[in-house]
């Protein structure tokens, strides 16, 4: 029997929550083959569960075609927009699973409930999407994410380092998420927070982020000594510099989820209100949360955001604190 996970929607923390889903159809199905983007690829590359993974491009009817001719059993679509909803019932795949509410909500045969839209604020999301591979009567019991660093990763982080003159032991800050850009991003009390999570530990301090996060990254290490690593480091070599670190704190983002999964010591940082620390906290051996303690006021969202003070007021020695149920060494 083979399995299609339609997984192309979302960031990188998305795509690799959704990995436990896949492991789950493997209690029931011969093949799990996942479709995603082509950037999301290095997410899943080398999943044990994936028996293959495809790139969602061309036209609807060329991709439904691909899919048809390869008799899938069944379907989860995880993040539904009207092409992925489209596309394995076009195929033709006789058992379709996913969301309710939604206006094409009525091409899947099973329609599943997304807890958090029912004011579920307390259910981590990788639960949440176990829910769709319960329908088809699968589930895990552990739902740690899974992202495998390969000889590859391991190589190029090797020369990414070496390249710097980083010298082990070492940590990693990512101080960035997918809201900061914004202009006003606190890059002082981020310095401040690498400054003093390279003394206490003492350790160099990298700086992690995508080629989009270069200026603030770079920022933030020459206020704390550090050194940059934004946009000079694949995923996967980050995943693998990860592994090798002191400890990795992060503000949430798909980076966490990372360094989370591959077992780094991690400390997610959630500093909104509106943030949801439950839902969204790092899995791993040795994770760990910070909460929001800056009062939002009422209505800001991070979209909308106009000075992010919760981040410029956070409270350095609360994250410092979290790191010692880690049991994260200090020479």
């Known amino acids: 029997m083979k399995a299609l996970v339609v997984c192309t929607g979302g960031g990188i923390g998305d795509v690799l929550l959704a990995t436990p889903v896949m492991r789950a159809l493997r209690s029931r199905y011969d093949e799990v083959i996942v479709l995603t983007t082509f950037g999301r690829g290095e997410i899943l590359r080398g999943n044990p569960d994936i028996a293959d993974m ?22 989860i679509t995880t993040w539904a927009t009207a092409r992925t909803a489209l596309l394995p019932f076009l195929a033709g795949v006789p058992t379709r699973v996913g969301q309710t509410r939604r206006l094409y909500s009525g091409l899947f045969t099973h329609r599943v409930a997304v807890r958090s839209e029912s004011g579920d604020h307390e259910t981590h999301w990788t639960r949440i999407l176990l829910d769709f591979s319960r329908a088809l009567g699968c589930d895990v019991v552990d739902a740690t994410p899974v992202f495998v660093v390969d000889s590859k990763a391991r190589a190029e982080a090797n020369a990414v380092l070496a390249a710097l ?98 077992g780094a010591p991690t400390v997610g940082i959630f500093a909104m209100q509106c943030d949801e620390p439950d839902r969204w906290a790092p899995l791993g051996p040795r994770a760990a949360v910070v909460r929001a303690s800056y009062p939002c006021p009422s209505g800001h969202r991070k979209e909308t955001c106009p000075d992010f003070a919760c981040v410029r007021e956070l409270r350095v020695e609360e994250i410092l604190k979290a790191l010692d149920p880690l049991a994260v060494a200090v020479s």
């Open 54 to 75: 495809w790139f969602d491009e061309g036209s609807l009817w060329a991709m439904s075609r691909r899919i048809a001719a390869a008799h899938f059993d069944a379907s």
């Open 165 to 262: 003159g980083v010298r082990e032991p070492f940590a990693i800050l990512h101080p960035t998420r997918g809201i900061s850009m914004h202009k006003a991003w606190p890059t002082q009390r981020l310095g401040e927070l690498g400054k003093a999570l390279g003394e206490r530990l003492g350790v160099q301090m990298l700086i992690s982020g995508s080629e989009a996060d270069r200026a603030i990254a770079e920022d933030v290490a020459r206020r704390c000594g550090g050194v940059s690593l934004a946009g000079k480091a694949s995923l996967g070599a980050f995943a693998a510099a990860a592994q090798r670190a002191r400890c990795v704190v992060a503000m949430d983002s798909g980076p966490m989820h990372v360094a989370a999964a591959v």
